[in-house]
């Protein structure tokens, strides 16, 4: 299945997580490679061998709802960079803010 990513709204990211994609198990890109980065817009990965940014079939895990627990014996790391600042936000700090 062959989808075009639509042109609209590609909207900067303002943070991605610590890990890569294939960390959290989201789709690779469609040429097979699982090794992708996070794209600089959001909803987006870089596949850097088509040198492209795309939309993944799925997020993994992200796709949520995520057994916390489970993903931190598996040494998963929900942390967030930054891409601003460049400094690290931990799941900690960011839930509380989500929460309230
Ligand atoms: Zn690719």
Not at 7 to 15: D, G, I, N, T
Not at 48 to 59: S, T, Y
Request: aromatic share 12%.
């Amino acid at each position: 299945m062959k989808k075009k990513a639509p042109l609209v709204s590609l909207e900067k990211r303002e943070w991605c997580y610590v890990m890569p994609p294939s960390r959290y198990d989201v789709a690779p890109c469609e040429c097979g490679n699982h090794d992708t980065q996070w794209s600089e817009y959001k909803e987006h990965l870089w596949c850097d061998v088509c040198k492209i940014d795309f939309i993944p079939e799925h997020w993994g895990i992200l796709d949520g709802p995520i057994p916390f627990n489970l993903t931190l014996m598996l040494g998963i790391s929900f942390d967030r960079i930054d891409l601003k600042t460049q400094q690290i936000i931990k799941v900690e700090d960011y839930a509380k803010l989500d929460n309230g």
